[in-house]
């Protein structure tokens, strides 16, 4: 039996008598020869395949086989000036594992076809190379966190409460009571300091938000850090040191997928601490000189993110924002009673935020006076007897804390430059689409 063997180690097999699992993805040939390129994980390669040189069930196997259809291959590795790789894989022998019906995607292929096909288009190379980008990206991530003594802890996704805006959550029949699919695992990494000190949880995030934009997603994938004792500063450092660290990682271990998406891994080498750090009122002043209209108080859409950093090469915090637009768990600023102890952080190149941290209010008191401030700005009741559980975390030895969401899939959309965050996702989850 030849070695069985992926595509891309083909290229030191010249010579060697192998063995290739893969998917049939082109075919052309006449008469008694027949030149498949197969693929699988790793890359693609052509095959002579010739009638005189395998079994007549081989030969009747290959010659009925579609596009996409499952395949082994025997054969020898040979030098082939031709071949788009200089080297072919001569079949001795061809077993079709599984038959294709004809393949419902063709060369050219609308958006929403492709998107109604999603299972099978992430067969393509595009997605193939996003899909294992993504992987790395998680990869690096939790590895850079485990290797700093973060535990990684796992949260609950069905909920009672909310503990963002609220209005963006997705209802559920819990039994016949209300639940919702949780926002943002924030409160149940906070619950998990108190023992473990340093924890992050990393788990899909719901938004019900109906805002059609490149950067949405229904379901997206959080990474929620939470550490005991930290504060606004230490919590930009660690976001500064894992997000450079997840770039650098990429430019340095993988050069052909940035290649793929015409990323340059020199610009990603460049991503080193320390992010400019410029408060909101600061970026309000920016987006103004730019000819923008922000009073205090706006938040910033798609369009001020582009504008604010165009012209940066590196990630940039956006921090102390003002206090009636950010979440109640947010402490006041002592120095700045306007704003609140808080950081953004925004992707260069006007990429759009990929961060959002704080500090915590860890104090009783401070707690519930924020509380009822936020109620009546709001002109809403927030349902404490949801909360009982979060404020208990103030009642029994409570310690100044701090920590941020990271969306993954803003972080891939950025580091690959591409144009729409669902293709961050094997299965986007937007507002228009919940199949397949
Ligand atoms: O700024 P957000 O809403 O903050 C929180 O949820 C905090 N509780 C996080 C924390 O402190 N533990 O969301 C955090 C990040 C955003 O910066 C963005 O990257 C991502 O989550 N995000 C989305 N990603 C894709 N689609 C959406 N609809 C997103 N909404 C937020
Ligand atoms: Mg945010």
Redesign the pocket.
Known sequence: MSKSIPIDQAAGSVGKSVQIHGWIHRKRGSGGILFIVVRDRTGTIQASVKKDLITQNGWAEISAAAIESSIILSGTIKSEPRAPTGYELEASSVKIVGGSEPFPITEYQSAELLLDNRHLWLRSQRMRDIMKTRAYVFRYLRKFLDTRGFYEITPPLLTTAG??TGADLFEVDYFGQKAYLT????FY?EAMVFSLEKVYSFAP?Y?A?K?RTI????E?W?L?P?MAYSDNNKNMKLQEMLVSNTANMLAKNNEDLLKSFGVDPQLLLKIKPPFKRITYEKALQILNDKGADKKWGDDLGVEDERLLTEDEEKPVFVTLWPREIK?FYMPINPKDERTVLCA??QAPKGQG??????ERIWKMDELKERIAEVEKNKQVKIALENYQWWLDLRRYGSVPHA?????V???IKWLLNLDH?RDAIPFPRTINRAYP
């Open positions: 503990g963002e926002e943002s695992s924030q990494s995030s938004r938000e805002s950067k949405h997603l229904a997206y959080h929620e939470e979440p953004d952080l935020e990929i961060i959002g941290g704080s920590g941020f969401g990271l969306g899939e803003r972080i965050i």
